[in-house]
């Protein structure tokens, strides 16, 4: 079977939280700062447009013979400072509590870890029983007295409950509301449509989609209250068409423009929404294990009927469920979607979009979105075919 319970993704991940600080982490390569790129791209549009006209005006006006680009550089050089300023003006993190789900993971787990180091009350969500959690235990002693760790099955409406009553009685002194939820709870399902049992596509909407919009709903609230914000973590896949990955990739894309109709109903509230929209961090052997993704692959695929297992074969069935090894063999990199995590929640002023991807996939998601999908899969239909 293509899902990675939990039981499993413990015992990989414990390789992974080892005790130490963050840098235990692996080294993260040479990072492309999107979100400044982005940040900086409609001003300085702008700035050739004011140059353009400033200069023609000056010129009829008899008042200078300054040159477009010697205009467009003045305001280029103000702007990026302003733009600059305004980008990286950070929130205190005293009195601010943070609530993050699925900390069984590296990435959530690190992001609880460092939050706290920032002097964040953070409430560790996790799926499992605290006292069940080895990744709980560790997370506990490696953090100060602020840290809070909660039982958080984003699927049970009953823990649900419990972690908001537990969070509205335990905010940070002087709060009025919790500042952020942060969405990092997924739940990885392989393999093509017609291979995927029905029971594993509701569970994966109920965790991926479902969950997410329940407990904002819950969390709502207290987080209007503050004045603070909801983040969602995504993946580049729900621009990216994505063989084996499919309900992956719906589950995102609904999650993306969950949180883009919330944005608008929440402006006016003085709540802030984002989304991370990150490259492919989740694969990696901190995530995946090879030998248990094989012992899946061979339990669907006892699963499928006859007719099936005759039209598809066991060799493409094989290439296509194992086409994801490479990610566990090798460490992921998470340290850019870390970084945009960290900035979604201190920031004054967050992006409504982050997507901390490599040129590569940031090349890919524009064809992606903008070629005709003909064209598109003449270009990437057989490149990226099995590539997830």
């Known amino acids: 079977m293509q899902v990675f319970d939990n039981n ?26 999107w979100d400044i790129f982005e ?32 205009v467009f550089v003045w305001f280029a050089l103000a702007t990026v400072g302003a733009v600059l300023f305004y980008h990286f003006v950070k929130v205190s993190a005293s009195g601010k509590g943070v609530l993050i789900t699925g900390c ?22 996790f799926n499992t029983p605290i006292e069940e959690s080895d990744e709980a235990g560790i997370l506990k002693e490696e953090t100060s007295g602020r840290m ?11 823990t649900l ?15 009025q509301g919790l500042w952020a939820v942060v969405h990092c709870a997924h739940w990885i399902a392989l393999g093509e449509l017609e291979w995927i049992p029905f029971a594993v596509l ?15 709903q819950i969390f709502l609230p207290l987080v209007r209250r503050a004045h603070g914000r909801v983040v969602f973590l995504t993946s580049g896949l ?46 990696g052997n901190g995530w995946l294990n090879e030998t248990e993704l094989r012992d899946q692959a061979k339990q669907m695929w006892n699963q499928l009927s006859s007719e099936q297992k005759k039209t598809y074969g066991e060799d493409y069935y094989e290439a296509a469920m194992t086409s994801v090894e490479k990610y566990s063999r090798e460490a992921a990199d998470i340290q850019p979607t870390l970084r945009v ?18 040129a590569k996939e940031k090349l890919q998601i524009f064809l992606a979105e903008h070629l005709a999908p003909s064209l598109y899969e003449s270009v990437y239909g057989e490149q990226k075919k099995f590539v997830y």
Not at 113 to 118: E, I, N, Q, R
Request: hydrophobic share 45%; proline share 5%.
């Open 238 to 283: 729900n621009r990216v068409p994505s063989p084996v990955r499919g309900i992956q990739c719906a589950t995102q894309a609904a999650v993306d423009c969950f949180a883009a109709c919330l944005r608008q109903e929440m402006r006016t509230r003085g709540v802030d929404v984002s989304v991370v929209a990150a490259g492919e961090f989740a694969p």
């Open 161 to 175: 409950l419990e972690a908001a009553h537990f969070v509205s009685q335990h905010l940070p002194h002087g709060a």
């Open 8 to 33: 499993m993704r413990r015992a990989s991940r414990r390789a992974s939280l080892r005790r130490g600080s963050i840098s235990a982490l692996p080294q993260k390569s040479a990072e492309i700062p």
């Open 148 to 158: 809070k760790l909660l039982h958080l099955d984003v699927t049970s409406e009953k």
């Open 202 to 216: 509701r569970k994966s909407l109920d965790l991926n989609l479902l969950g997410a919009a329940r407990l904002t």
């Open 104 to 125: 069984e993971a590296p990435l959530a787990w690190y992001l609880a870890k460092k939050l706290d180091d920032l002097g964040f009350t953070i409430y560790a969500g």
């Open 341 to 358: 995590l960290i900035d979604a929640v201190t920031r004054t002023f967050p992006m409504a979009r982050y997507t901390p991807v490599t």
């Open 39 to 70: 940040r900086l791209s409609m001003p300085f549009l702008f700035c050739q447009a004011a140059a353009i006209v400033s200069s023609h005006l000056l010129h009829a006006l008899n008042i200078s013979s300054i040159s477009t680009f010697a």
